[in-house]
C-alpha cells in the first residue's frame, strides 16, 4: 500500500517494486525470503492514501510510468484533478475511489466527485459523509479524537510545509495533455477551511478497511459467486450498516467518435 503524509513534496516514482508490498516483490526473490512461492502475479494491486492515492492512479493508469502487472486499484482521498479521461483509458483495471466529502486537504468537489466523469472503463465511488482526510490514517485513530476534526492538526502542519516549498507545479515531470494530464486551478489544501466535526477516525478507518478487503474480493476471488458476494457487500451491505456510506457504480465512458475527415481542398 503507498501512503503519504499530508504534505506536498515533488512527485518523484520510485520502481514499483518499491512501491508494492509483497506482492510486487522483484524476482527472482532471495532463497530465504518468506514470500517465495506465496506471489500470484495475476492479483498484483495498488491502493494508496493522499499522495499515495495519486502516485496508485499514476502507477495504473499513466501511458509511460504504469505498471502493467496492476489488475486491481484503490486511491484513497487522493488528488485527482489533474487527471483526464484520456489518462484512465490507459489501462482496462478496476479501480475504486474512496473519500471523505469533509476532506479539508484535497477538495471532494474538485477531485472524488467528478471520478464519473473521467473514469474510461467505469470503477466505483465510495463516499464517507463528513469523512476527513487524515481520519484515513491511524495515527489520529483512538485518543487523538480528543483534538475533533483531524484535520486541523493536518492543515497546521502543512501550512507551515507549503511555507517552506518552491511555487513550482510538483507535477510537471509527469506531461501534459498527450499524457492525460491537465492542469486545472490550484486549489490549496484547507483553503476552504475545516469542519468543526468530522466523522470519528477509527470509524472511517473501520469502513475503508472493508471497503478494500471487499473490492480486492470482487475483483480476485476465486469463486465467481465470492467475487459477486464481495461486490454486493460493497455497493449494497456496506452502506446499508453504516448511514454516512454512499456507493455509486461509475459505468463505461462511452467511445469518442472519431471526427469526420476533412475533404480535401478543390484544385483552383
Known sequence: MVHAAPQLPTITLEPIEE????SALPKPL???????????????????LSLGGFTTTVVTFH????DPRISAAVSI???????????FANAHVPFLMIAGDAD?????AANAATMPTRLAYGGALLTLHDGSHAGFAPQTAGVMRIFGNPDRIACCVI????RELPKENPFADLGGEEQGMLSPPVRLPCANGVAPE????????MIATLALRAFFDSVWASDERERAAAARFLAETLPRDFPEVSYR????????????????????
Do not use: N, W
Open 19 to 22: 512501491l508494492l508490498v509483497p
Open 30 to 48: 532471495p532463497a530465504m525470503s518468506p514470500f517465495r512461492g506465496e506471489i500470484d502475479p495475476s492479483r498484483i494491486g495498488a491502493a494508496g
Open 63 to 66: 501511458p509511460t510510468l504504469r
Open 77 to 87: 482521498a487522493g488528488p485527482s484533478a489533474m487527471f483526464a479521461s484520456s489518462l
Open 104 to 108: 479539508a486537504l484535497v477538495d471532494y
Open 159 to 162: 501550512e507551515r510545509r507549503l
Open 198 to 205: 468530522a466523522l470519528a477516525a477509527d470509524r472511517q478507518q
Open 249 to 268: 457504480a461509475i459505468a463505461p465512458q462511452p467511445p469518442r467518435e472519431a471526427e469526420p475527415a476533412k475533404p480535401p481542398d478543390s484544385a483552383p
